[in-house]
């Protein structure tokens, strides 16, 4: 018989051997047909594996090891290039069937539209779970150039299911000023910690929790790897930071999205957006 310890997995490193002994399911959504400025991001689930390789397992930051982990990266789904429903179904009845196992959906994008399978389908399992959304824009339109399904209104389209009292946007810097004031009339809005704090404080301590992170939230200038980039945001540690304030919380979803990899020749990007994931595997799988 073959050994395969004589090969490189193509597998995020400490990954579990199998599903079965995995309580979190990683899955790829290569992605993109939405993409209203620069599209690529069906390409970053791939090129994230790759740089998981070039990380240390131990996070000082977190002071654990991502082997103490338990998830299984199943690899990436195989979706219809430029067929948005046809996408959206087949994220969604994947997310079903990993939900319904008694096991909880890590999601790396693809453009931001392939979140809201994910977020259906664990509100469906977690009816009064909390929607915590951390991104440069509020992607609260209605439509996007003619589009119901867009990554520019992938937010509205989970509040076709979830109240907004349940909604949490966290690093939001661009918008059309009718969005700006839906933000503002129902208070979904946190920008520092402290108001991140009180916002948490509303809710039972024990409410489900999913993480959507478009990765734009970071600015351009240390994450210039992203499809619409916007001035102004935050490091790094900041990100985590703020992640961090979900540690004790009832994290029962998450994905990441919105690395394009190739507007970034440098790897920084595809590095940054790896250790941010590194960071959420050990601290809520």
Known sequence: MLNKDYFLSKNWMCSKETYEAAKWIMIGMPFDSTCSNRPGTRFASNEIRYASYGLEEYSPILKKELSQSSFYDAGDLDLPFGNPENALTIIKNCANDI???????????????????????????????????????????????GQKYSHASVIKRALDDISTSKLMQIGIRSGEKDEFLFMLENNTLCQTNDEIIKK??????????????????MDPSIFPGTGTPEPGGISFNELINKL??????????????????????????????????????????
Do not use: C, W
């Open 99 to 145: 939900i319904n196992d008694d096991k909880f959906v890590f999601g790396i994008g693809g453009e931001h539209l392939v979140s809201l399978p994910l977020i259906q389908a664990a509100h469906k399992k977690y009816p009064d779970m909390l929607l915590v959304h951390f991104d440069a824009h509020a992607d609260l339109r209605q439509e996007y150039l």
């Open 244 to 285: 961090l304030l979900f540690k004790n919380k009832n994290v029962i979803g998450i994905d990441v999205v919105e690395l394009s990899p190739h507007y970034d020749m440098s790897g920084v990007s595809t590095a940054t957006a790896a250790k941010v994931i590194r960071e959420l595997l050990i601290e809520f799988t």
């Open 200 to 217: 948490l404080n509303e809710y039972d301590t024990n409410i489900p929790v999913y993480l959507t992170i478009d990765l734009d939230i």
